[in-house]
C-alpha cells in the first residue's frame, strides 16, 4: 500500500486520531545536521502494521496531536537504535516517547549481534535488501520524490513486520525483562541533554594531557558547547579539537601568544581570542584534579584485565557481546572504584548476571 503522506494538520489529527487506539506503533525519523548544532526534523514516519505515513513537519506548525501520540504511556512504540530520535523528541518536547521497545536492543538480546544496523536487521530476519542508494537523501529538501517517500516510509513498515517475532523470541528466552529495563532506562531525558560541564567527555585521548592541561581542555570544550548552541553550528566550527589541544597544553596567557600558536583561523582568533584567553586563565585559577585517567599500567592494567576476562566468559555463556554487558567505560571505572563505581555493570539484571563473576575481583 503506497505510504500516506501529511502536510496539514487535518491530516495529522486524524492519523494521530487512528494511532490512538492502537497498543503499539513504530516510529522513525529523517533530519539534517550538516551545517548546524541542532538536528532540524524533517520528517516522522509512523506505521502500525496497518497504516505507513510520513508527517512533514516542514508543512505543520503545530504538531501537539503526534507529540501526545509519542507520550501516550498506553502505546508501545517499536523504534531501532532510538538514541537519535529520542534526542529530537527531548528537543522538541521536553520528555521522551515511552514506553518503547527497541528493535537493536531485542537482536542482540537473541543472539544477533551487539549494534546490529537497521539494514542488517531487514536483511537477516525479512530476507528484504535495504536499498541504500536514497540513505543520503537530503530531507528538507521539497518535495520529495515517491521513491525517497517510499524508502522513508519502509523503515516503520518493515518495523512492524519485525516487532512481534522479535518479542516472542526475547520472551521465550526469559529476557524480556531484561529489555524492558534497557528500554526503560533509554527514556530517560537527562540522558540526551548536553551539558556544557560535561562536554569533556566528548574529548578522545583527554587522558594524554597532564592533569593541568585536561582542565584547560574541559574549560574549553564547556565554552566551544555553549558557543556552538547560542549559534547553532557545529562544534568543530567554533573550535577544532586539535586547536583546542594544542591551546590546552601550551596555555597561552596573552593575545600574541595565542597567535603565535598558529592553530585559529584569523577570524576565530579575532572574533573570540579574548573569550579563549579568559577561559584559559580562569581554568588555570581552578584546583588541579585529574580528568582522564592515564592508561593502565601494572597491578591496575592487570585488575583491569581480570574484569575484562570475567565479562568475557559470562558473555560468553549467555550468548551476548562483551561490550553489551559491561562496555569498557564501566570496566575502567571498576578497576578504579571497585563496588563503588557508578556503573550498569553492577546494576538490574546485569548486575545479577555478572555478581558472581565480579564481587571476588571488586573485595
Known sequence: MKPLWIDTPTQLAEACAQWQTRDWISVDTEFVRINTYRAQLCLVQIGDGSLNACIDPLAIDDLTPMWALM?????????HASGQDFELVVEHTGRTPAPVFDTQIAATL??????LGYAGLVEKRLGLPVDKS???????RRPLTQPEIDYAADDVRHLSALYPALRDEVAARGRLPWLLEDCERLTEPTRYQVLPENAWTRLKGLNRLPADAQGRAAALAAWRETEAAQRNRPRKWILEDAALYRMAERNPQTPDALATLAVLPDKTLSRHGKALLEVLEQANGLPVHVWAEPEFAGETKARFKALQAAVREVAESLDLPP??????ADLERL??????????????????QLAPALNPLLD
Not at 537473541?110 to 549494534?115: A, E, P, R, S, Y
Not at 561490550?323 to 569498557?328: C, K, V
Not at 578497576?335 to 545479577?352: C, F, I, N, P
Open 71 to 79: 507520550a501516550n504511556a498506553g502505546i508501545l512504540k517499536v523504534l
Open 110 to 115: 537473541i543472539g544477533l549481534g551487539d549494534q
Open 134 to 140: 536514497l540513505s543520503r537523501t537530503d530531507w528538507a
Open 323 to 328: 561490550g553489551f554487558l559491561a562496555p569498557r
Open 335 to 352: 578497576t578504579l572504584h571497585g563496588r563503588d563505581a557508578k556503573v550498569q555493570a553492577l546494576k538490574g539484571w546485569r548486575g545479577e
